[in-house]
């Protein structure tokens, strides 16, 4: 069978694209350890207010773990309970969230912490707060009349 020259420079090309890609894929995944979240977690939305750790919503010191922090948030139609909170510089913080109504997001604007909020399910990142200063979390999915309202803010001091 005849191949144009083309025909193969282009096939090879494309063969080693996918080789490429899949390597890229296959490194990040399984050598730097990026995995989509699992969704593991879940909560029944309708109890969120009894139900630990979102009982007591805030910032809470922990030991023995990878990160200095736990920032229990709770999500719901126009707000984030806390309204605002207080890390100190440097520390390593477990932000974790839910929703107690409909789908929320929750973007830490300025950093990489950017998560959708969906009842039943407890939405987890890690992040480290290096820089002081004020960061405003924002409702970055439409929730409804108050959507543009709901903020709330983080402030990193020394
Ligand atoms: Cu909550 Cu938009």
């Known amino acids: 069978m005849h191949i144009h020259k083309f025909e193969k420079v282009w096939l090879i090309f494309g063969i080693a694209m996918l080789i490429v890609f899949l390597s890229v894929l296959g490194v990040s995944a399984f050598y730097l350890g990026n995995q989509p979240p699992s969704c593991l977690n879940t909560i029944d ?18 030991e023995g773990k990878e990160w200095d922090y736990e920032l229990v948030i709770v999500a719901s139609m126009f707000n984030y309970n806390p309204g605002a909170v207080e890390i100190p510089k440097g520390s390593k913080v477990k932000v974790m969230v839910t929703t107690k109504d409909v789908i929320h997001g929750f973007e830490i604007a300025g950093t990489n912490v950017n998560m959708m909020v969906e009842p039943g399910f407890i939405s987890e990142y890690v992040a480290s707060f290096n820089k002081t200063g004020e960061f405003t979390i924002v409702c970055n999915e439409y929730c409804g009349m108050g959507h543009h309202m709901m903020t709330s803010k983080i402030e990193v001091v020394e």
């Open 45 to 62: 939305p309708a109890k969120v207010d009894t139900t630990a750790p979102f009982d007591k919503p805030g910032l809470k010191k922990v």
